[in-house]
């Protein structure tokens, strides 16, 4: 791969380039290097990579580019396994396309189906979600697919495993056979393979590391011989130790992740926990507030774990062994991302070595075994794991938040029932003094209300200009809108 490559070498809208610098992407990762010119000539591809290695941003990259401003029709459809990774994505898109005017919608289960109705009644330029909510939609006829051009399937692997195949072959059926497709998982099983076989078309192969190949990652391994009942303390030993800056604690029950966070926050870990058990909204939440640095040990089952998307974390540790192999993978894949470096710290009980035997056949190497922590070395480390303990760092922005710092979105009391159709508010905001319309950004007119994004920092002079003048004769209440 170069090391010196440039996103500027891809021939890419000046808008789309902006926003990548904004966005903190100085280089293109390897996947991202072979991805992006593929799919920018329309190739498809089937991309084994694992987590953290940019894959997002390889399809985001070019599906900004290519999907077409003035088609009011979604162009792209991407199907994640779950809702987590739908925002996450969601999110992504629209940060990649913001100064373009990109409009993505996420569409899940658990949520209102008549306000995702809404939503998608209005300009989508790509929508992303999960394959059951998807087809809840095409069975309803409530989401258009007719001018998709554009299909990601995002950690088809993590489908599978969820039982979501069958439904993702109904999709892909739905859709027009004139389109480009683009299939990413961390790995291939056989019925991954025959799907990519069946519905595309002579697609190219690229395959970044394997699952044993430690030299295309930064991620040391390590494994602890443990009885089950001495885990809490080897975990207390071990974190104190290693002094994770950001850690994710893998747990096979509900019950366990709750015995555990409630062990690590009665020690006074900085500890919070993620399982299906909890509303989405909570889920949501506490992802957030790990992302942003709030607390710095995530406990979590691999249900709700998947498709988090989160750079900088340190460390992982396996409190239970995964019954699966490939979990093993995704959990460790959380860590070493994007070039940095990381530690997975495995527990295994003496009962668990089959399952043991399983994950290293699979991963190619053999575990390095370790020997827990002796209590001296403990009481040397303590007091710099109390140091940071206490020194709770400050909240960090997310790439979201920095390219969002001079945009400010306005609401406005009319839209579709007042006949107000976007080029009205793009017409009578650009004659303002000092604006053009690229100040203007995403512009979303709903039935009573409309939303318009302002860009480069030029909110407070639009507002304030705006309070005297009207849209197609209209004198409408503006004021910044809630976030």
Known sequence: ?????????????????????????????????????QALEGRDVTVK??????????YGIPLCQLVEWEESRPQALILTPTRELADQVKEDIMNIGRFKRIKAAAIYGKQPFDRQKRELMQRNHVIVGTPGRVMDHIEKDTIDLERIQYLVIDEADEMLSMGFIEQLEKIIRE?????????????????VERLCHRYMNDPVDIEIGSPG????????????????????????????????????????????????ALHLGRLGYPVNKIHGGMEQDDRNRVMNEFRTGKFRYLVATDVAARGIDID?????????????????????????RAGQSGTAITFATPFEDKFLGQIESYIGFELPVAEAPSDYSVSEAQASFDRKLRDRPAAKKTKGEELNADIMKLYFNGGKKKKLRPVDFVGTIAR??????????????QETVTYVDILNGKGAKVLKAMQETTVKGKLLKVQKARN
């Open 312 to 336: 900088r974390i340190t460390h992982v540790i396996n409190y239970d062994l995964p019954m699966e192999k490939e979990s093993y993978v995704h959990r460790t894949g959380r860590t070493g």
């Open 175 to 191: 859709l027009p056979t004139e389109r480009v497709t683009m299939l990413f998982s961390a790995t291939l099983p056989q019925d």
């Open 213 to 260: 190949d430690k030299r295309q990652t930064q991620i040391e391994h390590r494994l602890y011989r443990v009885g089950e009942k001495a885990k809490p303390v080897l975990l207390q030993k071990v974190t104190v130790i290693e002094n994770p800056d950001s850690c994710m604690i893998f747990c096979r029950t509900k019950d366990n992740v709750d015995a555990v």
């Open 1 to 37: 791969m170069n090391e010196q490559a440039s996103f500027s070498e891809y021939n890419l809208d000046p808008e789309i380039i902006r926003a990548l610098d904004t966005l903190g992407y100085k280089s293109p990762t390897p996947v991202q290097q072979q991805v992006i010119p």
């Open 432 to 445: 303002i003094e000092g604006i053009t319309a690229e100040d203007i950004g995403i512009i979303s007119v």
């Open 49 to 58: 990579s694992r987590t953290g290695s940019g894959k997002t941003a390889a």
